[in-house]
């Protein structure tokens, strides 16, 4: 069983307080995009990688017209055409760099613990998440995944990935054998994910009803960070994916996701 345990998002500046918080093993700098492979392994597509039939497909929304709409494409621009070898770990954290000012970020609602807050950079978790659930769908080894600290209505119940640079990052091996693109595409309110390549497994998947809910309190906030809040209990819920091959189950993984509740607040 794979549990998931939620993480706070953030961009850079809030990096320092996340890892506060949330400390985990840190990632070695200096790597290369897929991680364990050569430079090589994770790269712009080539002739030869451009083959290969669909193996998955997922969309996610948003509103369109908001600040973080333009943080969403930054990333998407960035993931789009990557390949990544056979045997080779991708890096979210390693192919989108970092989220600044400067590489032309802006300020936008981040989930920060039980709250939202402006960071620059908000937003950017609907690429991994949208590309995680492509993932999900393929078959393919998640790695390293982890939830948000509560639950956002643009993403699945419990199948999701929060990032923030350096540190927590969204992984996952190409195990297929063959080479997998990534086509990104996204309009004025929607994003969506791609993979190509050679599909190894059968995907089945369930999902919980959500269970052990706990209740939202109220609080209030000042300054320009601050983002009103209408209040939402906290609840857990379990995925489950089957992987099958010929017919046969291969393997059996469970997502175990524990959402905080989200107070009520008001911004002063």
Known sequence: MRRWWPFAVGAL????????VYLWAPRKSGASVAEGAAPGDSARPDAASRSGAP???????????QPRVRNIELAARLLDGRVVRPGATFSFNRVV??????????????????????DVGGGI?????TLFNAVFRAGL?????????????????GREAAVAYPDLDFTWRNDTGAPVRIQVGYTGDSLTVSLWGH????VRSKTSKRYGFSP?????GRGRRCVPMAGRKGFSIDVWRTLLSAGREVRREKFHTEYRPQPEVTCL
């Open 55 to 65: 193996m998955a497909s997922y969309t996610t929304r948003f509103q369109p017209g």
């Open 216 to 220: 939202y309190g109220t609080g209030v």
């Open 125 to 129: 978790c609907q690429v991994s998440t």
């Open 97 to 118: 760099g970092p989220r600044t000012r400067g590489r032309g970020y802006v300020p936008a609602p981040a989930i920060m613990g039980s709250r939202l807050v402006k």
């Open 141 to 157: 080894d998640i790695r390293k995944a982890r939830a948000h600290t509560m639950w956002m209505p643009e993403y699945p119940e």
């Open 13 to 20: 500046a809030a990096t320092g307080l996340l890892l506060g």
């Open 199 to 202: 599909r190894r497994y059968e």
